[in-house]
């Protein structure tokens, strides 16, 4: 059986060489930048110049644009959960999470993100499965295996 490209990739996720993890991980990652092409890399820019700047309202409104004019464009949904996250709107972040993860179920940032948004809602017994699924593509990640545990001590 021939594996495609996003498999592989998967795959070298589970993988004990620390460098082909980290490959992959990257790989995936610029994947998911460059699934709209230069346009969707650019409205993602655009929308970091504007956090950066500390122009919040701009950097929601185009992330929202993004996700209204690209519904299927994963990584936009997760940076707007980054953004929603980082703002403690956790309810909006971990519906933005919901939404990579049924675009893209291994997204492991967005179950990495789901996570984070149930524990800060101190949805525990949720936040352990979010951290497990994460741990299911990316065994290695240490810190949803730490996370885990805070979960599982605050239940």
Request: contains cysteine; hydrophobic residues 40%.
């Given at each position: ?14 993988k ?49 644009e ?38 893209v ?51």
């Amino acid at each position: 059986m021939k594996y495609s490209k996003i498999e592989q990739l998967l795959q070298e996720l589970k993988k004990t060489d620390e460098v082909a993890r980290k490959r992959a991980t990257s790989e995936l990652w610029n994947l998911w930048f460059g699934q709209k092409g230069e346009i969707g890399r650019e409205l993602l820019r655009r929308s970091q110049s504007f956090l950066e700047m500390g122009n919040l309202q701009k950097a929601e409104q185009l992330l929202t644009e993004t996700v209204d004019n690209y519904p299927d464009f994963a990584e936009a949904w997760n940076r707007r959960a980054v953004f929603y996250f980082s703002l403690e709107r956790y309810e909006q972040a971990r519906q933005d999470c919901e939404q990579v993860i049924q675009l893209v179920p291994y997204h492991f940032g967005a179950l990495h993100g789901l996570g984070l948004s149930l524990l800060a809602l101190g949805k525990y017994a949720e936040a352990i499965a979010a951290f497990r699924k994460a741990l299911e593509v990316q065994p290695y990640a240490l810190i949803n295996q730490k996370l885990i545990l805070e979960c599982t001590a605050l239940l």
